[in-house]
């Protein structure tokens, strides 16, 4: 009896062998789909600054150390795509950042994308055009010829020494961006459309493929982390001086709470 191919399995070849007939003839096809679903390649791509602008000589693009340190003191608002969003005032007086797709919301000072499919879709709107944009590295290759400034980040940033530590990561871009503010110099965070709830967002996305039960569990794994970063057992490393963060979604991020009209 013929063999079928198994839809579990995936082969790890080096790249000159990448197309060959034999492997891709035990290959699971159908329309549209490429052997790259299947075939992992032996060939690393390393994504750090210094490998990036190596590879790419002559880019407009600045390194995300040149942010730190430029607003000692003062005041950030770091804005996501949650329901509270909507009542964000037109003028606020903070510097203030947009994540993701909270740029089609408002227009901010900083744009923070972590999300490839977020910044190819936004990349033209007034708001985003106007806003200085912050990517993460692993997006240069959508970044060909606009100024912007690129940082990097990792789960466990203790592994490089202080001077070239990666942000704080904790898998959502609102961690990396709160740990950017803090390295900017702010000596306040505030925080909203933040909920880290169930209710979705002023602007729900869902990725080609995904399902409402898959952003679910996007949900449950953010608030999972946030919690690890910034809740009664925060582990000391995720906070790298004091800073007041105060959340004015009302949600569920494990910081003091505040209401706008308050603070204006």
Sequence with gaps: RARQPCPSMFYLVRKDRLRDPRILSRL????????????????????????VTRRNPGQPWRHMRELYGMYPGETALIAGTGPSLLGLPEKVPWTTFAINRAVKRFRPNYWLTHDADAYGTLKGEPNAARACPVVSIQLYDRLAGVPCYMIEANPDPDRWPAESRPLYWNETTLGWAIHLAIRMGFARILTIGTELSDDGSFDLHLPKGRDRLWELQQRHGVRERMLEMFGPDQLPKWREREVEILDLSGGLLPVPKARIEDLL
């Design 28 to 51: 699971r096809r159908s329309a549209g789909e490429s052997y790259a679903t299947h075939v992992w390649s032996d060939e690393l791509r390393v994504d750090s600054w210094t490998a």
